[in-house]
T-cell receptor, first 117, second 111 residues
Framework: DARVTQTPRHKVTEMGQEVTMRCQPI?????VFWYRQTMMQGLELLAY????????DSGMPKDRFSAEMPDATLATLKIQPSEPRDSAVYFC???????????????FGPGTRLTVL | GQNIDQPTEMTATEGAIVQINCTYQ??????LFWYQQHAGEAPTFLSY????GLEEKGRFSSFLSRSKGYSYLLLKELQMKDSASYLC????????????FGQGTELSVKP
C-alpha cells in the first residue's frame, strides 16, 4: 500500500529552535509539494519540486524557511529560527508529474503538527 | 491573482443529497480538484475536472463550467462518515501548475 510518509508526526519546540520535517514521497512520484494548514489561512502551498528541482517556493518565507530534496526519496522542510506563528500542520504531498505543469492527483502524507512555544 | 470561494459550512441529513458550490477566478485555469478532509487527517482526492461537464464517481459527482468559473460537488445518499471538510482547488497553469485551495466547506451530516 504505497503512501507518503512524514516525520515527525508531532513536534513541540521553543521559539528560536531549528525544526526539520521530513517526507518520503511515493516511489515513482516525481513531484513533491509542501503545504501549511492553519485555521485562519487554510491550506497554503509553500514550495514544490519536480524531479528534485524547485519549481515554486514563492509561498515560503525565505528568511527562515528552506526546502530541499537531497534525493528522490527524501524531501525536507526546515525552519530556522522557528517562531510561534509557524505553529501549524505541515503536509507533504506527491504526484506523478506530466509535462511542465500537469500532474494527476496529489497524495498527501499524514502531516506534521508543529507547535512553537 | 486568483480567488476561490466556497461556503464555510453546510448541514444535511443522512440519506439526502447535498451540493457544495465553488466559484473561482484565475488567469491560467488548468484543472479543478475536489478533496475531502476529515478532522485531524490529511486531504484525500475525490475528483478532477478539466473540461466542462459532469464527472461521476459512485456517490460523488463533480461539475465544471469554465466559462462561469464555477464548479460543484454533489454528494448523494449521504452517510454520517461524509461529515468532513470539502476543499475546492484550482490549478493555475500561469503559475507553474500551482494548486490553489479554497478555505473549505465544513459539512455536517445529521441523523
Amino acid at each position: 500500500d504505497a503512501r507518503v510518509t512524514q516525520t515527525p508526526r508531532h513536534k513541540v519546540t521553543e521559539m528560536g529552535q531549528e525544526v526539520t520535517m521530513r517526507c518520503q514521497p511515493i516511489l515513482g512520484h516525481n513531484t513533491v509539494f509542501w503545504y501549511r494548514q492553519t485555521m485562519m489561512q487554510g491550506l497554503e502551498l509553500l514550495a514544490y519540486f519536480r524531479n528534485r528541482a524547485p519549481l515554486d517556493d514563492s509561498g515560503m518565507p525565505k528568511d527562515r524557511f528552506s526546502a530541499e530534496m537531497p534525493d528522490a526519496t527524501l524531501a525536507t522542510l526546515k525552519i530556522q529560527p522557528s517562531e510561534p506563528r509557524d505553529s501549524a500542520v505541515y503536509f507533504c504531498a506527491s504526484a506523478v508529474g506530466l509535462g511542465s505543469v500537469h500532474y494527476n492527483e496529489q497524495f498527501f502524507g499524514p502531516g506534521t503538527r508543529l507547535t512553537v512555544l | 491573482g486568483q480567488n476561490i470561494d466556497q461556503p464555510t459550512e453546510m448541514t444535511a441529513t443522512e440519506g439526502a443529497i447535498v451540493q457544495i458550490n465553488c466559484t473561482y477566478q484565475t488567469s491560467g485555469f488548468n484543472g479543478l480538484f475536489w478533496y475531502q478532509q476529515h478532522a485531524g487527517e490529511a486531504p484525500t482526492f475525490l475528483s478532477y475536472n478539466v473540461l466542462d461537464g459532469l464527472e461521476e464517481k459512485g456517490r460523488f459527482s463533480s461539475f465544471l463550467s469554465r466559462s462561469k468559473g464555477y464548479s460543484y460537488l454533489l454528494l448523494k445518499e449521504l452517510q454520517m462518515k461524509d461529515s468532513a471538510s470539502y476543499l475546492c482547488a484550482v490549478r493555475d497553469g500561469n503559475q507553474g501548475g500551482k494548486l490553489i485551495f479554497g478555505q473549505g466547506t465544513e459539512l455536517s451530516v445529521k441523523p
